[in-house]
């Protein structure tokens, strides 16, 4: 089978999975129009696409493996439903959004993947309780050095200072991993948060600022982290690693940081 007819299966596999996912197993979209939910479904499914066809861009000259792969966690996912298994999605506000997020990460324990892609700091935006609290939460186990941590931060001329701070914070710290996307790249990037191989949460996917409700989903599902883990892994190894295991790469410090 050709590359290109491989990619039309993951694609349709991947609609044909999200559409029910998205639609009839979100309670929260009940109160919903038919119109607002085709809109909804419609866009989950192409912000999934987006992220196979971007994985498969990073990892062109993998291309045939990844795939394979791929197709075989569609194949997984797909049979846990027919199941009835615990496989379910759900979207929430920005303030459940972090939340949802610092028991996450509080409750990991294997490894935890993070993204940042917003074009300014976490704290350049509207502060609230539930924000702080999540920083806090993430900032308590980096300091307490039992779990593998890596994010992946997107390097713009107002996030610079912010990075700088992240990198004093990080260095030294062995299980920790900062990498950047510089402005440069022109591809779309989907900000993804994995927690054990087993929880995602897609932020910022439906709609962007005010005024448009609901816009992060939240998949708790082994085999979609799974499909997401390859996306953040490509992702992260092109990235920018500024700090590797708590090691900072002077090089790259001064390259994009000064």
Not at 20 to 44: A, D, R, T, W
Not at 78 to 84: A, F, H, K, L, N
Not at 111 to 129: F, N, T
Not at 228 to 256: C, H, M
């Amino acid at each position: 089978m050709s590359s290109s007819s491989r990619l039309t299966l993951v694609l349709g596999s991947l609609l044909s999975i999200i559409v029910p996912l998205g639609i009839l197993n979100m309670p929260l979209f009940k109160g919903l129009s038919n119109v607002e939910l085709f809109s909804y479904g419609l866009g989950f499914c192409l912000v999934i696409a987006t992220a196979v066809v971007t994985l498969l861009t990073l990892r062109d000259r993998e291309m045939a493996t990844s795939l394979s792969g791929i197709e075989v966690e569609v194949s997984h996912l797909r049979r846990s439903i027919r199941e009835g298994r615990n496989s379910f999605a759900y979207v929430v506000g920005r303030e459940e959004l972090y939340k949802v997020l610092a028991g996450f990460v509080r409750n990991g324990k294997q490894r935890i993947d993070l993204m940042y892609q917003a074009p300014k700091p976490p704290l350049g935006y509207r502060k609230s309780d539930a924000k702080i609290k999540y920083l806090e939460a993430l900032d308590s186990v980096v300091m307490a050095g039992k779990v593998p941590i890596r994010r992946i931060v997107l390097l713009t001329s107002e996030n610079k200072a912010w990075v700088r701070e992240l990198v004093e914070k990080y260095r030294g710290r062995a299980t920790v991993s900062l990498a950047l996307i510089v402005e440069q790249v022109h591809f779309p990037v989907i900000s993804v948060q994995l927690v054990d191989r087993t929880r995602t949460v897609l932020v910022n996917l439906i709609g962007s600022s005010a005024g448009l409700g609901p816009r992060d989903v939240v998949l708790d599902s082994e085999e979609l982290a799974r499909i997401f883990e390859w996306y953040y892994e490509a992702l992260f190894d092109v990235s920018e690693k500024i700090v590797e295991n708590g090691q900072v790469r002077d090089d790259t410090l001064q390259q994009y940081l000064g």
